[in-house]
């Protein structure tokens, strides 16, 4: 099992930045690659970004590409996702997950943590 336990979020202005952390247990960090998503009230989960055990690979949602940048802290089994100029419609609440697999944690990953509100104001 791995446990995941996001943090960070909170209410912000228009083009404020903000940046997401997230702490994993129970199994090797570097194992897994990671990955968040988000949801927005009245919309489906999509996935915003994902790294993989080495950090090396690091594919984006296009809606996010060019603001936000995750990477992760193998040492400190930390996720970390840095979002810039940020906008209202990246309202939503913020899901960090992890898998084996990087194209599953991407898409369908086995361990999701109980996410954190980001909300951004106009």
């Known amino acids: 099992q791995v446990q995941l336990v996001e943090s960070g979020g909170k209410l912000v202005q228009a083009g404020d930045s903000l940046r997401l952390s997230c702490i994993a247990s129970?199994?090797?960090?570097?194992?897994?690659?990671m990955g968040w998503f988000r949801q927005a009230p009245g919309k489906e989960r999509e996935f915003v970004a994902a790294?993989?055990?080495?950090?090396?690979?690091?594919p984006y949602a296009n809606s996010v590409k060019g603001r936000f940048t995750i990477s992760r802290d193998n040492n400190k089994n930390t996720l970390y996702l840095q979002m810039n100029s940020l906008k209202p419609e990246d309202t939503a609440l913020y899901y960090c997950?992890?898998?084996?697999?990087?194209?599953?944690?991407?898409?369908?990953?086995?361990?999701w943590g109980q996410g954190t509100q980001v909300t951004i104001s106009s």
């Open positions: 790294i993989s055990g080495g950090g090396g690979i690091t």
């Open positions: 997950t992890a898998d084996v697999n990087l194209a599953l944690v991407g898409a369908n990953p086995r361990y």
């Open positions: 129970g199994r090797t960090f570097s194992d897994y690659a």
